[in-house]
T-cell receptor
Framework: ELKVEQNPLFLSMQEGKNYTIYCNYS?????LYWYRQDPGKSLESLFV?????AVKQEGRLMASLDTKARLSTLHITAAVHDLSATYFCAVDMEQGAQKLVFGQGTRLTINP | NAGVMQNPRHLVRRRGQEARLRCSPMKGHSHVYWYRQLPEEGLKFMVY????????ESGMPKERFSAEFPKEGPSILRIQQVVRGDSAAYFC????????????FGNGTRLTVT
């Protein structure tokens, strides 16, 4: 059974600081997604990582994938308050089927 | 281009009643997925449908839950004889056929069973 684990689950940080969220998964997969969810809202797609060594950046967020280590990271640079949200990683259970297994989520709070 | 539309946004049902959740996928999308999110947890896959066809329902409870995606009209997730443990946010997502692009999620239906 595919398991996806994120850490930390809660993260409170000051504006301007850098931090990394980790996502480990238990079985082979070559497709990993990062989503953002604001309270009471839907999920917004941030990144799709499709191959080993993939790195994608958008603004202050950068995601990477190491399929050999079964690890993805989401790095936040010089955090700003607007990035406060819950971040989920998700892995495809079956290639191409979009049956996703989600991590528990990391609730990120950025304090001014 | 409207996104994935779900309704109602909030639904309150008493134990034993039926809940019907609707989802209209994005225009041009032929695949629909339903996920459930319990409080403080990630989403869990329930069912994957194409028009008039259930592709995979391995995540759906065997009893009381059913889903359909008819030729015309929205996809429906139906929960019969609801219990308190069914209280959750139910998200629908859609994607075009044969694509690597991420799922587009609706705003969800928050079901509360009293």
């Amino acid at each position: 059974e595919l398991k996806v684990e994120q850490n930390p689950l809660f993260l409170s940080m000051q504006e301007g600081k850098n931090y990394t969220i980790y996502c480990n998964y238990s079985t082979t997969s070559d497709r990993l997604y990062w989503y953002r969810q604001d309270p009471g809202k839907s999920l917004e797609s941030l990144f799709v990582l499709l191959s080993n060594g993939a790195v994608k950046q958008e603004g202050r967020l950068m995601a990477s994938l190491d399929t050999k280590a079964r690890l993805s990271t989401l790095h936040i640079t010089a955090a700003v308050h607007d990035l406060s949200a819950t971040y989920f990683c998700a892995v495809d259970m079956e290639q191409g089927a979009q049956k996703l297994v989600f991590g528990q989520g990391t609730r990120l709070t950025i304090n001014p | 281009n409207a996104g994935v539309m779900q309704n109602p946004r909030h639904l309150v049902r008493r134990r034993g009643q039926e809940a019907r959740l609707r989802c209209s996928p994005m225009k041009g999308h032929s695949h629909v997925y339903w996920y459930r999110q319990l409080p403080e947890e990630g989403l869990k896959f329930m069912v994957y449908l194409q028009k008039e066809n259930i592709i995979d329902e391995s995540g759906m409870p065997k009893e009381r839950f059913s889903a359909e995606f008819p030729k015309e009209g929205p996809s429906i997730l139906r929960i019969q004889q609801v219990v308190r443990g069914d209280s959750a946010a139910y998200f629908c997502a859609s994607s075009p056929q044969g694509t690597l692009s991420p799922l587009h999620f609706g705003n969800g239906t928050r079901l509360t069973v009293t």
